[in-house]
């Protein structure tokens, strides 16, 4: 049989780690090159291990992206890391993320000690270096070889510019074994297009609202189905019901707005991100629900998808 991959091609896991707010689902989607993390300005925006896919003609990366990594203060919050550590049980390398805007701190220490235990080698990445200058990038440099001396490269990036993406890929290629592809060669994700939607949804939901919210909102898509166009002409159109489930009254009001505003320019974000994931035209109809403290409650955790 003749495979349509070299002899010597190669394709592993590589999880991507980091404090919340590291940068590294804008680093997993870049990396993809499609958005499939969702990113959000606030810290523990990411509640799912997202596998990202990047195909080359040498080889096959799969990304795991982990939910940043917190003291849990809920049962949320202790299921979050469980998933951590699980996706990093057999992973082939790690890629630590380090903002080049901040200092190394003890979140930092504590993921280090934490990935050191998989004995994979480990890439430091300094993530967001756009936001520093060239002077204070190279004492960042010393200050992360300081931290610890044995990360397998120090690699710094800006996802957002696209500088040195594909050279980290190939970093992280060489250190994958000898495989055939683990996906198929087209693949870019093994998330549902279900979970994608959701989770475009969910960062709709987030922008620009206040800091009690990031983990107070989940969703549910309830239905989707394809609907003829009035007249019947032209591609149906496919409806999707959500629900968005909050946690108390008071954040039903902040995610629908006054009169209803806030919630239409959901819509109307998450709509055109689902237009253009799918390539087709969307109807989006999204209910919002209050789920008394879900967070704390495993039947309603269940129920959400955790």
């Known amino acids: 049989m003749n495979n349509s991959w070299p002899d010597d091609f190669r394709a592993g896991f590589t999880a991507i780690v980091g404090r919340p707010n590291a940068g590294k689902s804008t680093l997993t ?19 799912r291990v997202i596998r990202g896919i990047v195909n080359r003609d040498v080889g096959q990366l799969i990304l795991v992206d982990t939910p940043g990594l917190h003291r849990p203060r809920t049962l949320l919050g202790e299921r979050l890391n469980d998933m951590v550590h699980e996706s990093l049980a057999d992973v082939d390398c790690v890629a630590l993320c380090l903002p080049a805007d901040e200092k190394i701190g003890p979140g930092d220490r504590f993921l280090l ?6 004995k994979a080698p480990i890439i430091a990445v300094i993530t967001k270096c756009d936001k520093i200058s060239r002077e204070a990038l190279a004492t960042k440099l010393i200050a992360v070889n300081e931290f610890y001396a044995d990360f397998a490269e120090i690699v710094p990036i800006s996802a957002i510019q696209g500088e040195q993406t594909e050279l980290l890929i190939s970093l992280l290629l060489e250190r994958m074994p000898l495989s055939p592809p683990l996906y198929p060669r087209d693949a870019v994700t093994d998330e549902t297009e279900e979970d994608l939607i959701a989770e475009m949804i969910r960062e709709a939901s987030l922008s620009d609202v206040r800091h009690e919210l990031p983990h107070s909102i989940a969703v ?7 609907r003829e166009r009035a007249g019947g002409k032209g591609e149906p159109i496919l409806a999707i019901h959500a629900s968005v489930f909050v946690e108390r009254d008071s954040q039903k009001g902040i995610v629908i707005g006054t009169g209803g505003a806030r919630l239409k320019k959901v819509g109307q ?26 967070q704390r409650n495993p039947k309603l955790l269940g129920r959400l998808g955790f």
């Open 29 to 47: 989607n870049a990396l993809v090159g499609q958005k499939i993390a969702i990113t959000a300005n606030q810290p523990e925006t990411t509640r």
């Open 113 to 118: 000690n934490l990935v050191k235990q998989t």
């Open 220 to 226: 549910v898509i309830e239905e989707m189905e394809e």
């Open 269 to 294: 974000e998450a709509r055109h991100n689902i237009e253009r994931l799918l390539g087709r035209p969307v109807y989006l109809d999204i209910r919002v629900k209050v789920a008394k403290d879900w």
